[in-house]
């Protein structure tokens, strides 16, 4: 159970409401226990009313509550059936005061479960946002959000409906136990043999039932992972009519889940009724032995009635052992794989008391390396560039050269293997995480629109509602007018990942999400390969005025004639191949200019 461990900090940060219903728990299960005895005494006053010769010899023990009432009763001077009427009317009080402390102490425990759950969540996703890429490159969206979920909420079974009975049922356990050895030992001893086989049944089925859990939850992360990608790839699998072999994969994985599940469900059908088994035997016991003892006069009917109702009030505690085992493992379990992944420190470390930057003027590259460690691939070799405040810098190359790899180690997506990257003559490593990325503005190659409103997606990388902000931005990327022709206009409701939009009209709202935020670095990646040429012209022309006194990055595989760059850098095999000004580079006749042929006579233009 040392997986276990990590919650003792939501205990204490909740301690006072643990506390609270611990006591309430004692409470309940106090005033529950002396309505075995008030029965007993009932019983009793019927024997001797019937039969006062009858009754043994025997020394009676009660609470000291039980004595108090007993001692009302008789001097009130009550008479037979208005004693009957008291400790009935006692019994109904006793139940209604247990009730009320269980209502209380539910309102503690149960609410506290869900502030841990609360926290746990909160702590889970905190901790995702804090990893770097490589993470994500090697673990499936799936299976995120089943740790997230499934995982915290089995945790919270534990920490609340569990703690709750293991603390009542052991109260109530130790409580009885008491009275009952009190009243009689010898006949205690008997009527609770049983009990120990059911410890040593729980041995063994425990180490089953955590067995069995742990496989049932990574099938399910499994499950959810791939109905995860299914979902998301949804249009593709119909394109290529692929759902049915899309459902025998998933019927497979959740044929295995089922076996697992049936077979720890098997086990549990087999444990629980086992359980009322021997609690029965109990009862049987209780009777059989009792009522030997009476006819020797060694105890009352109240006895064996007293008796009998302690052993039923141990059904459930008894019974819920196995249940709170089995969640307990069960959480157990989810925990230690909560903990694999808080246990995983991010790569992407920012030091102590980093600094934090106000402004970009200098932007260097010095002898920068850098392998996909999941890979192997070394994507940037001895790359070097210097970029000043205001210039245009061109990435050029084939899929796959880097380019999208330098702009991701700018901002400390990864970080490199040899050399630095340096803003304003400091290593980037040294300096404030959210500074850095917060004068950047990033268009990544993979367009991501969330299911929200357009006007909430443009706005999201400055977190505004002035929706003049949006459409000043989606003006300069060319997707205003399309916009305002959507019956909602701004607040029309974008499907997930944007799937109710064109290629070209992601991309630009994109764009306009980078261009709505005032920031020193801009980096678009690859960003108008949807867009016709005209409408790719527009916008070259809008950033060209937008762009003016600040730095921009545009990563592509080909030429932009519209576009005025300071630098041209073409990249190859993660390296620089040519570096130098439009003129200069198309003098070279190298790799830029042949380039620039084949791009004018795809185009019908004269070379």
């Known amino acids: 159970m040392k997986e276990l461990k990590q919650l003792n900090k939501y205990f204490w940060k909740y301690r006072w409401r643990l506390t609270l219903g611990f006591i309430f728990i004692l409470l309940s ?45 008789k001097n009130a001077g009550l008479d037979f059936s208005q004693l009957v009427m008291a400790c009935g009317l006692l019994l109904l009080a006793l139940a209604l005061i247990r009730g009320f402390f269980m209502f209380l102490m539910r309102q503690t425990i149960i609410v506290m479960s869900r502030h841990i759950e609360f926290d746990q969540k909160n702590e889970v996703y905190a901790h995702y946002q804090q990893l770097d890429a490589q993470f994500y490159k090697v673990n499936s969206t799936g299976d995120l959000m089943s740790r997230m979920s499934e995982d915290v909420s089995r945790v919270r079974m534990y920490t609340g409906p569990a703690l709750m009975y293991l603390m009542n049922l052991s109260i109530l356990i130790a ?17 609770l043999a049983p009990l120990p086989l059911l410890a040593f049944a729980m041995y063994f089925v425990n180490i089953y039932i955590n067995k069995k859990s742990e496989k049932i939850q990574a099938q399910l992360s499994t499950l959810t992972s791939l109905a995860q990608q299914s979902f998301s790839g949804i249009r593709v699998i119909k394109s290529y009519n692929q759902e049915k072999s899309s459902l025998g994969f998933f019927d497979a994985e959740s044929e295995g889940y089922r076996k697992s599940g049936m077979a720890l469900s098997t086990m549990e059908a087999v444990y629980f009724p086992a359980i009322g088994l021997l609690i029965g035997l109990s009862t049987l016991l209780t009777i059989y032995i009792g009522s030997i003892y009476q006819l020797e006069h060694r105890i009352s009917a109240g ?3 007293e008796f009998v109702v302690y052993i039923n009030m141990l059904t459930f505690p008894v019974s819920a052992i196995g249940w709170v085992v089995s ?12 903990n694999e992944f808080l246990q995983i420190k991010s790569n992407i470390i920012e030091v102590k008391d980093a600094e934090s930057l ?14 996909f460690p999941h890979t192997g691939i070394r994507a940037v070799k001895d790359f070097s560039l210097s970029i000043k405040r205001g210039e245009k810098i061109a990435l050029i190359g084939k899929t796959g050269c880097g380019k999208s790899t330098v702009a991701q180690l700018l901002i400390r997506m990864f970080d490199p293997q040899k050399g630095q990257i340096r803003l304003n003559g400091k290593n980037i490593n040294g300096l404030n995480l959210d500074s850095l990325r917060k004068l950047v503005s990033y268009v990544p190659q993979d367009v991501f629109l969330f299911s929200d409103s357009i006007h909430h997606n443009i706005n999201f990388s400055s977190g505004e509602e002035d929706i003049s902000k949006a459409k000043k931005a989606a003006e300069n990327a060319v997707i205003q007018d399309e916009i305002e022709a959507l019956p909602n206009g701004f607040e029309t409701m974008i499907g997930e990942r944007g799937v109710t939009l064109s290629g070209g009209q992601k991309q630009r709202i994109s764009i306009a999400r980078a261009l709505s935020k005032e920031n020193d670095l801009l980096i678009f990646d690859d960003c108008l390969s949807a867009v016709d040429a005209n409408t790719e012209h527009k916008i070259a022309s809008n950033l060209n005025h937008y762009l003016v006194n600040k730095t921009a990055i545009i ?19 993660g390296m620089v191949l040519e570096k130098g000004t439009h003129e200069a580079l198309v003098k070279a006749n190298g790799y830029y200019a042949n380039l620039l042929r084949t791009q004018q006579m795809d185009a019908g233009l004269p070379q």
């Open 175 to 191: 409580i009885s136990l008491f009275y009952m050895f009190k009243k009689n030992a010898l006949l205690s001893a008997y009527v």
């Open 555 to 573: 990563i592509t595989h080909r030429i932009f004639p519209s576009f005025v760059f300071d630098q041209i850098i073409v990249m190859e095999d």
């Open 358 to 371: 106000e402004k970009i003027d200098l932007l260097e590259f010095d002898a920068v390396d850098f392998t």
């Open 303 to 305: 006895t064996i009635a």
């Open 29 to 73: 299960n106090y005033f529950g226990i002396l309505a075995p005895q008030m029965t007993g005494y009932v019983v009793d006053e019927v024997q001797r009313a019937i039969n006062p010769v009858a009754m043994p010899s025997e020394k009676v023990f009660f609470d000291p509550l039980v004595k108090w009432c007993i001692g009302v009763f």
């Open 327 to 338: 969640n307990t493992q069960r959480a157990a379990a989810s925990q230690k794989r909560l």
